[in-house]
């Protein structure tokens, strides 16, 4: 069989008019008849881009030359920013990132439900920068440069940037990437460790309020060990090693206490715990802003009875405990309904009930499937709830608020909502990943047969 040869592609840059951006935030122009996406590049902008790749329906490019600027350009915050897949959109005004975002979110749902005539909600916005709490980091020796790499892929690459520093990671994490690669320089497994897993809760929760896990591929030596035990100590942060998958992940440091980290929601009188390994919102201002509007959107009275599904630790459960008469939590990962188990205890909520299950499974005759739930909450993973819907509708509730962080399926279950009966009332944006195309959204659906 024959490989197919390698088209080549031209040297010299093409001259493009962009013309607007598409869903993941590249610029979109035509050549002769053609899409091409251009990285980096705004609507309006006239750009050199050299060719990156063709396809028989579109061609992809990098900006080479800005020739005529949007006015929502701007210069970087970081140095890296053309390099790092870490963001997308440093380059794009964080007013008009929002904006396109909003645009992102309301065309779908204006195209998956043209009948809806909806309120659009005001953004919820918070810190632009230094917002990061959780990432993966990456890490590599690199024979040519003799230097361990410790950061984000390059854009569409498996190469690591060779970087610094980072303005949109927490500063806990980002102020210790140049230690990190010298620490992992001189140590005899300097090859063996691939990645680095960073967490951090509230700065002032704990005096080890940042975790990082150290992915390792061969046994560590004991000098090896002590190093890395040095280094947490003198950094304040918890150390974990990871040797094989992440069940073998284990705190070594401090040796002392549980393993976890903790994060407030002063709001609400609540303090709750996880292990750096869960699922967290990567964006604690955001975070806190996104709970008070579910709570506002499903309009909670003393008698309510409230299903939360994909609960997590309880992010959304223990909140809404406070304003409601019972709350049950519900969530494929029995690790993370323990954890939830165990917040609802150390904040004396007792009107939380908690349960794993496999929410792609019929709900009905599950015990905690009740006729009296008269509100629920939906955080679904980017597939969206598309197949727990049919038993949402089966137990009717009042009101469903919908948090979504994939606007493609919240405008594909919201079309099959309201052919069941539901009204799309509201829906809006949370910026809960600025300098990226990525879109979290909240919208609310009422029964419009109530």
């Known amino acids: 069989m024959r490989r197919r040869r390698r088209q080549k592609l031209p040297t010299t840059p093409l001259v493009l008019e962009v013309e607007?951006?598409?869903?993941?935030?590249?610029?979109?122009?035509?050549?002769?008849?053609?899409?091409?996406?251009?990285?980096?590049a705004l609507p309006g902008e006239t750009v050199e881009a050299l060719l990156t790749s063709r396809r028989d329906s579109f061609d992809e490019a990098s900006l080479s030359a800005v020739l005529k600027a949007s006015p929502d350009r701007i210069d970087p915050a970081c140095e890296y920013a053309s390099i790092c897949g870490g963001c997308s959109l440093q380059h794009f005004d964080?007013?008009?990132q929002l904006a396109f975002k909003e645009s992102t979110l309301f065309e779908r749902l204006n195209h998956a439900v043209p009948q809806a005539g909806f309120d659009r909600l005001p953004p919820l916005t918070g810190p632009v920068l230094a917002y990061r709490r959780k990432a993966r980091l990456a890490v590599r020796y690199v024979h040519k440069k003799e230097q361990v790499l410790v950061g984000f892929r390059e854009k569409n690459s498996s190469f690591i940037t060779n970087m610094n520093s980072?303005?949109?990671?927490?500063?806990?994490?980002?102020?210790?990437?140049p230690a990190l690669s010298a620490l992992i320089a001189g140590l005899e497994s300097y090859r063996e460790i691939p990645q680095i897993e960073v967490a951090a809760g509230d700065p002032d929760s704990q005096e080890c309020s940042a975790a990082f896990i150290f992915r390792h591929l061969k046994p560590l030596a004991e000098e090896d060990l002590a190093k890395l035990l040095s280094f947490a100590r003198e950094k304040a942060i918890a150390l974990y090693l990871q040797p094989?998958?992440?069940?073998?992940?284990?705190?070594?440091?401090p040796d002392e206490g549980k393993d976890r980290l903790y994060y407030s929601l002063p709001e609400f009188d609540l303090t709750l715990a996880f292990h750096p390994t869960d699922f967290t919102?990567?964006?604690?201002?955001?975070?806190?802003h996104m709970i008070a509007r579910a709570?506002?959107?499903?309009?909670l009275a003393d008698s309510d009875v409230v299903l939360d599904l994909f609960c997590g630790l309880g992010n959304f459960t223990l909140p809404l405990a406070r304003y409601c008469r019972q709350v049950t939590g519900v969530e494929g990962s029995q690790e993370m309904v323990s954890r939830?188990?165990?917040?609802?205890?150390a904040n004396d909520i007792k009107t939380a009930e908690f349960y794993s299950a496999d929410l792609t499974q019929p709900m009905a005759g599950q015990a905690w499937c009740k006729s009296t739930i008269n509100k629920v909450l939906l955080d679904p993973p980017r597939s969206g709830a598309l197949e727990v819907l049919p038993e949402i509708i089966n137990i009717r509730p009042e009101r469903i608020v919908y948090v979504s962080c994939n606007p493609a399926t919240l405008a594909r279950d919201a079309e099959y909502l309201v052919e069941n009966g539901y009204e799309l009332v509201s829906a809006g944006v949370m910026d809960m990943?600025?300098?990226t195309a990525h879109v979290e959204a909240m919208a609310l659906f009422v029964d419009a047969k109530k």
């Not at 607007?20 to 980096?40: C, D, P, Q, W, Y």
């Not at 964006?283 to 806190?288: G, L, M, R």
């Open 94 to 96: 964080p007013v008009a």
């Open 166 to 177: 980072c303005q949109v990671l927490d500063p806990r994490i980002a102020d210790l990437l």
């Open 295 to 299: 709570i506002r959107l499903l309009d």
């Open 433 to 435: 990943f600025p300098q």
């Open 244 to 253: 094989g998958g992440m069940d073998s992940v284990h705190k070594v440091y």
């Open 281 to 288: 919102q990567v964006n604690a201002e955001i975070n806190k």
């Open 20 to 40: 607007k951006l598409s869903h993941e935030g590249r610029g979109i122009a035509h050549h002769e008849g053609k899409v091409v996406f251009v990285t980096e």
């Open 340 to 345: 939830a188990q165990e917040n609802a205890i």
